[in-house]
């Protein structure tokens, strides 16, 4: 101890880093508070609030919009029905309008004509499904005994009498939910009543709206103003087009997919090809989904019907005309149609037929595309792209006096940046 010497303690250095302790009021790395943070603060909670409070605004009209739609369902039905079943009949109108024909003759006479087609569709077909069900039925009763064979065997080895117990469990099941089975029918049968009505006062609408359609767009822009006249009647006309080149579109594709499947099913021999081919058709109006659930009917009867290995010819066949379908077909009529990505295909289908059932999934895809022309023409707006004025440099605008107004079209200077083309817009 002795031999130790106490060096001086040395003065810190005023250049030397502020070491960090465990005493109190020891200094931090963290940045001092600058005078301004508060201030920020505030102003995004203020502005975070403001956007929770319009977001929930938003919200809050959106709900009520949807069950205001909910309870004035029964109304819309026809008339959206109306409105799809008007954009396929406008052509052959039009062309009798333009040849002179009255507007009220043209409406009935291609009316009647289009009725007296879909009811002749329907006698050529109702004798073969009559026909070729029974023959089915009995079929069917075979497919079961060799299930039942089939169970029997290695590997299950189920002998009768278990099959018989199920089977007898099944019909006490059936037995005991009666009233249920009675209740689905008669909410089936009404259901079908409601369809009907539905559909014959939608048949009542399309002679109006083939009558005085042109008239809708001008009366419409007259109830706003000047100003936005030209808006209402391109977006009106845009939303027209939109539906009219999905009827044109599905109707194509249905008759390309039941053209060709009928032709595979007729070759294997495969009853009810016609009727097959038709509900096929219709299906089509259904993207996606319709074709799938179709396609599954067809492998079905042929499953009942021929056996295993043809069922499985059939399901090659409708995949390979589907995939033709949507890889070659689809690009090259849709052009510049509504273009909307599968996936918003499928959710709006999937969408609509949770929340309205079949009707729902019939009408998902072209409420989408509309919702879609909507948001195109918005942004486009905002953007400053005149989308009111066509690629001819043409603006719509309400001309006319108290007596009356017509649509006109003004020349306009053409904007320079259009935006993209619906082609380059698909993925929206």
Request: charged content about 15%.
């Amino acid at each position: 101890m002795t031999g130790m010497k106490l060096l001086p303690r040395r003065a810190p250095s005023a250049e030397a880093a502020p070491t960090v302790t465990d005493v109190p009021g020891a200094a931090t790395s963290a940045p001092a508070p600058s005078d301004e943070r508060g201030a920020k603060l505030q102003r995004g909670i203020r502005t975070l609030a403001i956007f929770s409070a319009e977001l929930l605004l938003i919200v809050l009209a959106l709900y009520v919009l949807g069950e205001v739609l909910g309870m004035l369902w029964v109304v819309l039905l026809p008339i959206v029905l109306g409105l799809l079943i008007t954009t396929v009949l406008w052509p052959p109108t039009r062309f009798l309008r333009r040849h002179g024909w009255p507007p009220a003759l043209a409406a009935a006479t291609v009316l009647l004509g289009a009725i007296g087609v879909f009811g002749g569709v329907i006698a050529v077909i109702a004798p073969q499904v009559v026909d070729q069900v029974e023959t089915l039925a009995d079929q069917v009763g075979g497919g079961l005994q060799d299930v039942q064979e089939w169970l029997q065997g290695p590997p299950f080895n189920i002998d009768e009498a278990q099959i018989g117990d199920a089977v007898d469990n099944a019909i006490n099941e059936l037995q005991s939910r009666a009233g249920d089975i009675a209740g689905y029918a008669a909410t089936g049968a009404s259901a079908i009543g409601n369809a009907l009505i539905n559909l014959v006062l939608a048949l009542v609408l399309v002679f109006f709206f083939l009558k005085d359609g042109p008239r809708w767009v001008p009366w419409l822009a007259a109830q706003t103003s000047r100003r936005a006249a030209p808006h209402v009647a391109a977006l009106s006309d845009k939303a027209w087009s939109t539906l009219s080149e999905f009827i044109r579109q599905q109707a194509f594709v249905g008759f390309i997919d039941a053209l060709f499947i009928g032709i595979g099913l007729w070759v294997l021999d495969v009853p009810l090809v016609l009727p097959l081919a038709v509900i096929t058709f219709f299906a089509a109006f259904v993207p996606i989904i319709g074709a799938f659930v179709a396609g599954a009917f067809a492998v079905l009867v042929a499953l009942v019907d021929q056996g295993f290995g043809t069922a499985i010819a059939v399901l090659v066949i409708v995949l390979v005309v589907q995939q033709i379908e949507g890889n070659v077909l689809q690009p090259i009529i849709q052009g510049r149609g509504f273009n909307l990505h599968p996936a918003v295909v499928i959710l709006a289908v999937t969408a609509g037929s949770s929340l309205a059932g079949i009707t729902g999934a019939f009408l998902g895809v072209p409420v989408a595309a509309l919702i879609a022309v909507t948001y195109r023409y918005t942004r486009d707006q905002l953007d400053g792209k005149s989308p009111e004025v066509t690629d001819g440099g043409m603006r719509a605008q309400v001309t006319g006096d108290e007596t009356g107004v017509r649509m006109t079209a003004e020349p306009v200077a053409p904007p320079t940046d259009r935006g993209p083309a619906p082609e380059e817009d698909a993925g929206e």
